[in-house]
């Protein structure tokens, strides 16, 4: 008789153990991994070479030939102030710099590296950038014009 009521037991014990299939209203929360495609280098806004922007520099021009010396300085300032948002070849807070001469003319960018605020508030490639990082804005630097045109041939070597 022991025996019957400790098998009985044991059977009660399992089938009250086993798992209950209850469905539960509310939040549920599902932790498994999704895979994220990888994104681009380059920006989707449109490429338009045709724009100059909005600022003093317009029609600019590159020689054939690189300046290093300036380059040179052009590197060290953006390894100081612009290295914190822009990476050459990665989109960070703002877009890969590594041929943007393709994406933009010369002077569109002068004048982004150096009026920043006022190609935000009118230029239309500026403003759908803006759209694109999520509204992360350029800072304006206060960047001389030395310091505009050297950064203007760092990019050139990147």
Not at 7 to 15: C, E, K, S
Not at 108 to 123: G, Y
Not at 126 to 146: P, S
Request: hydrophobic share 40%.
């Amino acid at each position: 008789m022991k025996k019957i009521i400790g098998l009985v037991t044991i059977g009660l014990l399992v089938v009250s153990c086993g798992e209950k299939k209850e469905k539960k209203e509310g939040f549920e929360m599902n932790r498994t991994k999704t895979e994220k495609k990888a994104e681009a280098s380059t920006e989707s806004v449109v490429i338009d070479m045709d724009n100059d922007g909005v600022g003093e520099y317009k029609n600019i021009t590159f020689s054939e030939e690189i300046n290093a010396d300036l380059a040179a300085s052009g590197e060290t300032k953006f390894n100081s102030i612009c290295i914190a948002c822009h990476m050459a070849e990665q989109r960070m807070i703002g877009p890969a710099l590594k041929g943007v001469y393709d994406r933009r003319s010369p002077a569109w960018v002068m004048n982004m590296i150096s009026n920043p605020d006022q190609m935000l508030k009118e230029d239309p490639i500026a403003k759908a950038l803006i759209k694109e990082y999520n509204g992360a804005i350029m800072l304006n630097q206060n960047l001389t014009d030395e310091d505009t045109r050297a950064l203007a041939e760092y990019l050139r070597t990147l």
